[in-house]
């Protein structure tokens, strides 16, 4: 029997990161994972909106927990971020029973609706280890992903009671998730640090200088590819790679994908681009 949930992509899944959307659908039929489109669904907000803000992310987010209690379903994203960011806030609706009313007022108001907090919002990882389970994932592979791989968590979604039965500060589902893949997981200190996708445009220099010293790590310790469960942090340590090595003084080549992407293609998607990563991995070095 399929596992229903209401799909919230993240905040460029659908835009500067079209991979991983392109990749969560087939890589959902191959697990039995049906999706349901929430219809209007908004940013998370990303942590940069609740800066200026905080009321306004709150309801935003608020809206998106209505959208999906009218579906009757719990939220599923591929994007660390995300999760991190509506666990959060859905965290503190649900224990502020002032700030609920206050968000239910506004919502009620601007738009119709209202929520109560009875979902749950998931990472695809944790929905993979937690419910379908790993030894599915090894009967579905048609590829294995025969690298040395650096499974990189970022921060956002390693939180106490958000991160399925995962240890918050020393995960393991991701390497666990890469072993049933037929890969080699790496053992590394930066896989669940920030590269400080937030400050990008304030802080640069600095974000540039994280984005390079987790790339260092990761090579260092003998990977061939790095992996993010991160749509945000998958496309700032694949786009600004180059920049950033520039900027320390570090060797930063390394292909970079998304956890869909590992996940379709060894699952049989996109044979092309698997091929594509192959050759990648061959000629990128130092």
């Keep these: 029997m399929a596992l229903k949930y209401a799909y919230h992509p993240g905040n460029i899944a659908h835009s500067s990161a079209t991979e991983v959307s392109q990749t ?40 998106n927990f209505a959208i999906a209690e009218s579906m009757g379903m719990d939220i599923i994203t591929p994007c660390a971020a995300t999760a991190g960011n ?13 700030l609920l009313a206050k968000t239910n007022e506004i919502l009620q108001r601007t738009t119709g609706l209202t929520m109560s907090g009875d979902i749950g919002v998931h990472h695809l990882l944790h929905v993979i280890v937690d419910e379908i389970g790993l030894d599915k994932v090894s009967q579905n592979v048609r590829n294995p992903i025969d690298f ?23 995960p393991q589902y991701l390497e666990m998730l ?5 890969g080699e997981p790496i053992l590394w200190e930066s896989r669940t640090q920030s590269v400080g996708v937030p400050g990008l445009f304030s802080e640069e220099a600095t974000v540039l200088r994280q984005i390079a010293s987790t790339i260092d790590d990761a090579k260092s310790e003998g990977a061939a590819m790095i992996v993010s469960a991160c749509t945000l942090s998958h496309t700032a340590l694949d786009v600004y790679q180059g920049k950033a090595g520039r900027a320390a003084g570090l060797s930063t080549n390394i292909p970079v994908i998304h956890l869909t992407e590992m996940l379709a293609f060894a699952m049989g998607h996109y044979n092309n681009r698997l091929a594509q990563l192959r050759t990648r991995i061959a000629v990128i070095g130092d």
Aim: charged fraction near 20%; aromatic fraction near 4%; include cysteine.
């Design 148 to 170: 040395p791989i650096a499974g990189f968590y970022g921060p956002n979604m390693q939180q106490a009671g958000a991160c399925g039965e995962d240890d918050v500060f020393d």
């Design 86 to 98: 509506l666990n959060e806030d859905l965290a503190r609706l649900k224990r502020d029973s002032l």
């Design 178 to 182: 890469i072993k049933a893949l037929g």
């Design 24 to 63: 969560m659908e087939p890589t959902a039929r191959s697990l039995g994972i049906e999706l349901f489109p929430m219809h209007g669904a908004t940013s998370c907000g990303a942590g940069i909106i609740r800066q200026a803000n905080d009321l306004l992310q709150v309801t935003l987010n608020a809206r």
